[in-house]
């Protein structure tokens, strides 16, 4: 974003992302308890994640496997040698009074990923945004606060530590953000990717993607950067960018009206719709970071390294590019189709079974779409076969039944009938001969209608047509029946 005040001056943003994202692994990331969100407080735990004395740490094969995978999918450099390490601070939310995370030796480095961008008439333009660093970690508890959303007004505290010990990755990304929204399709992006890989559901309301922004203003032109602010814990797409926007604004407010920026961690305040101070931001010295004793740095074998990279799916920009350039469509519809993995792979088994791929597009994006949407159902759940859609739509382009006819039936296909099922009795009448017999029965039912249209004195052409398509009970082809009728009629 590129904003200018009234002195004339220009000021831009630089924005990077932290992203927590939660994986999908059934036991923690040191030790054996579950992962499964909603337990009862302090149930999902044990010696390991609560740091008693006397117990060690093992890593969750698992956990490792999923971080290598994130870090080739954003097509990071994966260390062949990484360490664990404490990262040393109190709160009551962390039991052990240290976090176990990596910091100098991290699993992955140096990636990118791309993200799109599309304007209102949905032209798309694209940027890549370098990924810093991915790394391994373990969260912390949870803490409910009493009387209010935040510390300051409540009441009391409680702290839950089902959390504890739910295995994250951390992913840094390079300053090249400059506006909400980019950061909000950066992260959304990012989202997609974990979740076509299967190692998170990223669902934000749960906490299972959270994203802290970096923020910063400089004059354009200027190379280095100004003084950095935190925006913590962003759990909705809409915040991030509302946030950003907002926190833009007031950078350069204060700097044009020569007020110090401090480096400091504020909150995104969704009632009054700003950014508000929580905390001075603590550098990288304030945690005392030192190499976790309790656990063996890690070594990835290039085999192994092959066979994780085998098993990643075609990625959603991947998705996207094939979609436009090899099956026609358009941006908007590459989008919306890619979106989840499992709606890609419901349109891509429909067109497989032979249907054109825009008119499947179309149903899928839409009235389907929007039947999923009102049941507040998944694709997964719906009875509607990727074969059976595409059998309809066969129906539709050979004539044998109308788009209009398909839509009235749709909610019988929807609800698990089959195509044979639901067109029963329903096929387009498109013979020529045979629509002639009804077109001559339906004139001779009506000769004074007939003798007025030929005398010129009322046009009745649609009273004609109407009649023929209500005695084929909507099963004629309209365009055929008009242009048939208009000959009968002319004699």
Not at 19 to 42: E, V, Y
Not at 416 to 437: C, D, T, Y
Request: aromatic share 8%.
């Amino acid at each position: 974003m590129i904003s200018t005040t009234s002195a004339g001056t220009e000021y831009e943003a630089i924005i990077g992302l932290e992203t927590h994202c939660q994986l999908s692994t059934n036991t923690k990331i040191f030790s054996d308890s579950s992962t499964a969100f909603g337990s009862i407080p302090n149930t999902n735990i044990d010696p390991v994640c609560m740091g008693l004395p006397g117990i060690l740490p093992v890593l969750n094969e698992k956990v490792l496997e999923y971080a290598v995978k994130a870090g080739l999918a954003l097509n990071c450099q994966i260390a062949g040698y990484s360490k664990f390490d404490r990262k040393q601070y109190f709160y009551p939310d962390l039991p052990k009074n240290y976090q176990i995370s990596q910091y100098d030796l991290p699993i992955a480095e140096n990636g990118w990923l791309e993200i799109e961008l599309v304007d209102k008439h949905f032209n798309p333009t694209r940027k890549k945004i370098g990924i810093t660093r991915l790394h391994m970690e373990e969260d912390a508890g949870k803490l409910v606060h009493v009387g209010s959303d935040c510390l300051a007004s409540s009441s009391y505290s409680l702290v839950d530590y089902n959390r504890a010990g739910i295995p994250l990755v951390e992913i840094v990304s390079e300053p090249d953000l400059r506006s909400g929204k980019e950061a909000a399709e950066y992260a959304q992006e990012l989202r997609r990717i974990m979740c076509y890989l299967g190692i998170s559901d990223g669902n934000m309301q749960e906490g299972s993607l959270r994203c802290d922004v970096n923020i910063s203003v400089r004059p354009l032109g200027k190379k280095e950067f100004g003084v950095k602010v935190e925006i913590k814990n962003m759990n909705s797409f809409n915040a991030i960018q509302k946030a950003i926007d907002y926190e833009i604004e007031r950078q350069i407010v204060a700097v044009r009206a020569g007020e110090k920026i401090l480096q400091e961690t504020r909150l995104w305040e969704e009632a009054s719709q700003r950014t508000i101070s929580m905390r001075i931001k603590e550098g990288s010295s304030d945690y005392r970071y030192f190499p976790e004793p309790d656990l063996a740095p890690i070594e990835i074998s290039s085999e192994q390294l092959y066979e994780w990279h085998k098993q990643l799916p075609e990625l959603p920009m991947e998705k996207r590019n094939y979609y436009k350039a090899k099956l026609g469509l358009s941006a908007y519809d590459a989008r919306i189709l890619t979106e989840e993995r499992a709606t890609a792979e419901y349109f891509e088994a429909t067109i497989a079974a032979n249907a054109n791929p825009k008119q499947a597009a179309n149903w899928i994006t839409q009235d389907i779409a929007a039947y999923l949407n009102k049941k507040k159902l998944t694709i997964a759940e719906l009875a509607l076969t990727p074969e059976n859609l595409a059998k309809a739509i066969l129906l539709i382009e050979n004539g044998t039944i109308s788009n209009k006819k398909a839509k009235d039936k749709l909610s019988e296909l929807l609800a698990g009938k089959s195509v044979e099922e639901a067109f029963k009795g329903a096929e387009q009448i498109s013979e020529p001969a045979v629509l002639e017999l009804i077109i001559d029965k339906v004139i001779a039912e009506n000769p004074g209608e007939l003798e007025k249209y030929r005398a010129g004195k009322t046009k009745l052409l649609g009273f004609f047509v109407g009649k023929v398509l209500k005695e084929t009970s909507g099963r004629a082809d309209p365009k055929l029946t008009n242009q048939l009728v208009s000959k009968k009629l002319i004699g």
